[in-house]
């Protein structure tokens, strides 16, 4: 199921950037528009955006603005942390790895995945290539 970012209804070329909860709801703010709007579920599952109006220290939720959410929105994408030495990596292989079961996937859903070194830096990413897998590393990173 794909996870991508909510387009904004304020401007359908902008992304909405999750920016907290509520004790019920999440926020999203669309910094284009700097706009804020809240997810709501009803009662028969059917998901929409709310404009939330943050005028003075109440906030004010205006249901005349409502905005249904896509049906195949399963949610924000996401990242996933990853040891180095979890993977198999082969700089002799033009860095194509091997993921562990159900980092694939994470893939294949519109997540990220970082991986990390001993010290818990961030030492590259696991880029999709067509059917292939890779490490592209960061700047400055050389496996020892």
Known sequence: MPHY???????????????????????????????????????????????????????????????????????????VYVALESIHDSEMSGDSVNLPGGLREVLDNGDRVLITDFDNAVVGEIIRDGDELRLERRDGYAPS
Request: hydrophobic share 30%; glycine share 6%.
């Open 5 to 79: 970012r909510l387009p904004s209804p304020a401007d359908p070329n902008c992304r909405l950037t999750k920016r907290g909860a509520t004790w019920d709801s999440t926020i999203y703010h669309c910094t284009a528009t700097n706009s804020f709007w809240m997810l709501h579920m009803d009662r028969h599952g059917d998901r929409f955006l709310y404009a939330y109006l943050i005028d003075g220290p109440k906030p004010i939720i205006d249901k005349s603005q409502k905005f249904p959410v896509p049906e195949d929105w399963t949610g924000d994408p996401e990242t």
